[in-house]
Structures are given as structure tokens and as C-alpha cells.
T-cell receptor
Framework: KQEVTQIPAALSVPEGENLVLNCSFT??????LQWFRQDPGKGLTSLLL?????REQTSGRLNASLDKSSGRSTLYIAASQPGDSATYLC????????FGTGTRLQVFP | DARVTQTPRHKVTEMGQEVTMRCQPI?????VFWYRQTMMQGLELLAY????????DSGMPKDRFSAEMPDATLATLKIQPSEPRDSAVYFC???????????FGSGTRLTVV
């Protein structure tokens, strides 16, 4: 059974720091991996999609990497801002999306 | 921007009542998911469909939950009878695998009293 874990569970940092959020999964047989953002009381917004054949995807200040063989993905946020405060979720696609437990990020001014 | 539409946004109902939640996927997407989110369990997959056919509903309590896609523009999730432990936010998502991002609706916040 696929299990997805995210660490840390929560993170509080001052504005301007570069951040690394981690996602690990137990079964490397995935089609792709997707990172989402969720603001309190809101739905999920897709940030990045990495296909299983890719190593990296970038969007603005966000960079996601994927090491399928070791079952790991990393979301790198450069120069964090208070507007980045949200919960970040990774999900692996094994034909169905299996979500991690999330990292709650707070960036303070 | 194309979006997944869920109705209602909020629902408060009494224990034992029937609840129906609706989802309109993005036109052209062939895969639809239903998830439930709670503080304790996070996002749990309840059921999903491809080309309107149910592929997996193992995450759903079969005795009270049912999910259907009567046509390509509508997915429904029904709870009968509802119980207080069903209180959660229910999300619908649609996509066109393997390349199209999955898009989530805004959710239905269900409270069963």
C-alpha cells in the first residue's frame, strides 16, 4: 500500500529564507507527483507536476525535484514571503492521487 | 479559467438525513475523484471514476455512501443516512491523465448535527 509522508509537519520562518519541504513515498511505481498549496478554509491549488521521467520542475520561486528510485521529492521555495504561508501537500499518482499529511508553513515579516 | 464546480458550498443537516453533494468537472477531463478532508485524517480518497466508470470506491463506507456519474458533466456523492462523524470537507477533483494537472473544486463543508 502506498504511503506518503511529509516532513516537517510545520515550519515557521522569517521572510526571505530559502525553504525545503520534503515528501517521501513507499512505492516508486508512480506516474507522476504533484505539489499543491492549500490556504485555510480553501481548496487545493496545484503548484507543480513532475512526471516520473523528469527530475525537476520550476515555476517562479518554486522548484520541485523527484528521485523516484529513492521515493523522495523536495519542494524548494526561494526567498520566502508572508504570502507563501499555507499548507503544502504532495500527492503521488498511481492512477489515483495519494496525498501526504502536509507541511504547514508560516512566513512572518 | 476552467474550474471544477461543487455545490453546495456549505451544508448543515441533522443526523439521519440524506445528503447529496454535486460536482461539475472541467469539460474534457475524463477522471473524477472524491476526497474527504478532516483534521485528524487529512485527505482521504473515497472514490474515483474514469470515463464515468467507477474504478475504485474502496475508501467509501458502502453501507451509507454512494458515488455516481450520471453523465460526463456531473458527479454526485450521496450519504444516507448521515452521521455526525461524516462532518468534513468533501472535495471533488478532475483531470486528464497522464499529463493534465488535477484541478480541485472549492469543496463542500458538511456539518451533521
Amino acid at each position: 500500500k502506498q504511503e506518503v509522508t511529509q516532513i516537517p509537519a510545520a515550519l515557521s520562518v522569517p521572510e526571505g529564507e530559502n525553504l525545503v519541504l520534503n515528501c517521501s513515498f513507499t512505492d516508486s511505481a508512480i506516474y507522476n507527483l504533484q505539489w499543491f498549496r492549500q490556504d485555510p478554509g480553501k481548496g487545493l491549488t496545484s503548484l507543480l507536476l513532475i512526471q516520473s521521467s523528469q527530475r525537476e520542475q520550476t515555476s517562479g520561486r518554486l522548484n520541485a525535484s523527484l528521485d523516484k528510485s529513492s521515493g523522495r521529492s523536495t519542494l524548494y521555495i526561494a526567498a520566502s514571503q508572508p504570502g507563501d504561508s499555507a499548507t503544502y501537500l504532495c500527492a503521488v499518482n498511481t492512477d489515483k492521487l495519494i496525498f501526504g499529511t502536509g507541511t504547514r508553513l508560516q512566513v512572518f515579516p | 479559467d476552467a474550474r471544477v464546480t461543487q455545490t453546495p458550498r456549505h451544508k448543515v443537516t441533522e443526523m439521519g438525513q440524506e445528503v447529496t453533494m454535486r460536482c461539475q468537472p472541467i469539460l474534457g477531463h475524463n477522471t473524477v475523484f472524491w476526497y474527504r478532508q478532516t483534521m485528524m485524517q487529512g485527505l482521504e480518497l473515497l472514490a474515483y471514476f474514469r470515463n464515468r466508470a467507477p474504478l475504485d470506491d474502496s475508501g467509501m463506507p458502502k453501507d451509507r455512501f454512494s458515488a455516481e456519474m450520471p453523465d460526463a458533466t456531473l458527479a454526485t456523492l450521496k450519504i444516507q443516512p448521515s452521521e455526525p462523524r461524516d462532518s468534513a470537507v468533501y472535495f471533488c477533483a478532475s483531470g486528464l491523465p497522464p499529463t493534465v494537472l488535477y484541478t480541485f473544486g472549492s469543496g463542500t463543508r458538511l456539518t451533521v448535527v
